[in-house]
């Protein structure tokens, strides 16, 4: 080959001169690569070595770290903001009960028929959270109605108390004992180190439910860390025990199915459903398990890939902490990887998307009727045993419907397998109509006139609550209550600034 290349040049010197540019082009743009990689390395070095401010070990205060970390802190601090919408929820204020009063029936009994409202951006969590209805109006310690672990995927205040009080001692109090002390939203310390800024698991729940599988989450990757991080919250979980301890239900496995098991067989329920007087499992958020089962997951992806794009400002490349739907930057997201223009990505999430609503629609229709015609069947002399097979398909499709819309986005992180489990509690919610049926007729009942649930109010007064009275204590209890933990938490250093 070489004697061939020699007598080619020989013959024909022009052919060594090519070769010999060539060279030189790519020693060039070799050399302007290495350049690029040294400055930045070199850049980075110096953000690490020179940092303006020292952090105390877990701080939760975001604000004490925008001096190291401009760049991230002031996209996190983008959060906040509200301006965008798509076809199903964004980033903006939505009462979903308004939106779908059948919701209103089916949480029946539970707080939630209260007051749920889609999520906004994470520095939005504490104040949300200390709004929302079902957190109630506490004044003094000890009052109720939520244990602590109700502020636990809220603050990263509450890593820093498990670590002051022990986790026994978080568990101990009252949700509106800490009102003075959980103050900081969602921020640096939920994710990272405050000294190295690795990422870090700080909720001790995701650890456990590791173990509880055999698995240590220290041998985790880089990679599955930047979806490990976003599981101690947008997971599957429940309050265990008297203390209300939040645990995993992951020991059989994160389907739905093996999260049931697990469930059916500590002989588990969230909460009695006060018409149907079924035993009721109520979803939280299982996004990590959904997005595990669908392709993005399966080919490597992260969380942060899609939710926090990278960015590049002078040498510094550096993740998005706005934390979005990608929807929000398709061309920094989704065109990363897909070849196709910005209207046909969109257009196939919404295709996506239109289906599994149209399934939804049917199941909360249904749903809520075998719920109604239940209530009917006890009002008229029903058994437990008459009832026992109704309330058990109530309970399994009633979960099965809660976990595919209590998943944010899991009808795009797995469309097949939310499908799937959403036409398993439409066929329940059907065969529990049948089973009712037969019941309701044993009785001489022969129809049931379905109540006016057309709005919120009005399906939230045939179920019996009064939110006027509520909404009026809780507005005062805002007024009031608030300001005094903002004031306490202020004078002890605990909170920077809020907005």
């Known amino acids: 080959m070489l004697k061939k290349l020699a007598e080619a040049i020989r013959k024909k010197p022009m052919i060594g001169w090519m070769i010999f540019l060539a060279s030189m082009v790519v020693v060039f743009l070799l050399g302007l690569l290495a350049a690029s990689i040294t400055e ?19 701080d939760p205060r975001s604000e004490n770290y925008k001096n190291n970390f401009r760049r991230e802190y002031d996209t996190w601090k983008k959060t906040q903001d509200m301006d965008f919408r798509s076809k199903y929820l964004g980033n903006q204020v939505e009462d979903v009960l308004e939106s779908r009063p059948e919701m209103v029936v089916l949480w029946a009994g539970y707080a939630f028929s209260k007051d749920y409202k889609a999520p906004r951006g ?77 990422l ?3 909720q001790p ?28 919250c947008h997971v599957e979980y429940y309050f265990n025990g008297d203390q209300k ?46 997005f595990l089962l669908g392709t993005h997951a399966q080919r490597g992806l992260s969380c942060a890939d899609c939710h926090m794009p990278y960015k590049s400002e002078g040498g510094i490349k550096y993740s998005d902490h706005q934390i979005v739907s990608p929807l929000k930057n398709v061309a920094n997201t989704c065109q990363v990887c897909h070849r196709d223009s910005e209207e046909n990505l969109i257009k196939y999430v919404y295709d996506i998307q239109d289906k599994s609503n149209e399934i939804r629609n ?36 009633q979960w099965r419907w809660d976990f595919s819309v209590a998943t944010h986005g899991g009808s795009f992180h797995a469309p097949i397998e939310i499908q799937r489990i959403m036409a398993h509690s439409l066929d329940r919610s059907l065969q529990a109509q049948i089973e009712v049926q037969k019941v309701l007729f044993a009785h001489g009942v022969t129809d049931v006139p379905m109540p006016d649930i057309s709005t919120k109010s009005k399906a939230q007064k045939y179920i019996g609550l009064d939110i006027e009275a509520e909404q009026a204590k809780k507005d005062k209890w805002i007024e009031t209550v608030v300001p005094k933990w903002l004031e306490e938490a202020k004078a002890k250093g605990k909170l920077v600034a809020e907005k």
């Open 40 to 58: 930045r390395r070199a850049e980075i070095a110096t953000i690490v070595a020179n940092r303006i401010d020292n952090i105390e070990p877990m």
């Open 122 to 198: 994470h520095m939005h969590a504490i104040v949300d959270n200390r709004n929302s209805l079902r957190t109630g109006t506490p004044e003094a310690e000890g009052d109720g109605p939520q244990p602590a672990a109700c502020w636990v995927c809220k603050s990263p205040d509450v890593p820093r108390i498990m670590h002051e009080q022990g986790i026994e001692g978080f568990y101990s109090h009252k949700w509106g004992d800490l009102g003075a002390e959980i103050v900081n939203p969602i921020g640096c310390a939920t994710c990272h180190d405050s000294e190295t800024m690795n």
């Open 200 to 202: 870090k698991v700080s």
């Open 205 to 232: 729940a995701l650890i456990e439910a590791f173990q509880a599988m055999g698995k240590n989450i220290e041998d985790a990757t880089p990679q599955e860390m930047r979806t490990l991080v976003c599981a101690q």
């Open 245 to 290: 301890v939040v645990t995993f239900p992951w020991k059989e496995g994160m389907t739905v199915e093996d999260m049931e098991k697990y469930y059916d067989e500590i002989g588990f329920t969230d909460w009695t459903h006060s018409l149907s007087k079924a035993p009721m499992l109520k979803a939280q958020h299982p996004d990590y398990e959904v």
């Open 362 to 397: 049917r199941i909360e229709t249904e749903l809520s009727k075998a719920h109604i015609m239940a209530k009917a069947a006890w009002d008229n002399g029903a058994t437990d045993k008459e009832m026992e097979k109704t309330l058990q398909l109530l309970r399994q499709a």
